[in-house]
């Protein structure tokens, strides 16, 4: 099986950084595309990255500027660099792949990230 593997949240206090990252395990031959969703209490997840094989990058807008994201393609890995975070940056943030082995859809467990003085 696909097993999205993330690590890098915390605390961490307003203006900060924190570098996500999101190995996919398992028999994979390629990943189209992977990326970050968040979502916190009481709202909707929401795309906050996402990154294709091909290097294509899109942002939500409340990060653009502040986040990048990036891949090593060899490893299966997506990396999330955050800075400049804000106390709405606060989240569950979630691991996303799109694997074209099998043409499905796979979510990470979720890791949290808050931002708080």
């Known amino acids: 099986q696909v097993q999205l593997v993330e690590s890098g949240g915390g605390l961490v206090q307003p203006g900060g950084s924190l570098r996500l990252s999101c190995a996919a395990s398992?028999?994979?031959?390629?990943?189209?595309?992977m990326g970050w969703y968040r979502q916190a209490p009481g709202e909707q997840r929401e795309l906050v990255a996402i990154v294709t094989r091909s290097g294509y990058t899109n942002y939500a807008d409340s990060v653009k500027d502040r986040f990048t994201i990036s891949r090593d393609n060899a490893k299966n890995t997506v990396y999330l660099q955050m800075n400049t975070l804000k106390l709405e940056d606060t989240a569950v943030y979630y691991c996303y792949a799109y694997i074209m082995d099998n043409y499905h859809d796979y979510w990470g467990q979720g890791t949290q990230v808050t931002v708080s003085s």
């Open positions: 398992g028999s994979i031959f390629s990943i189209a595309r």
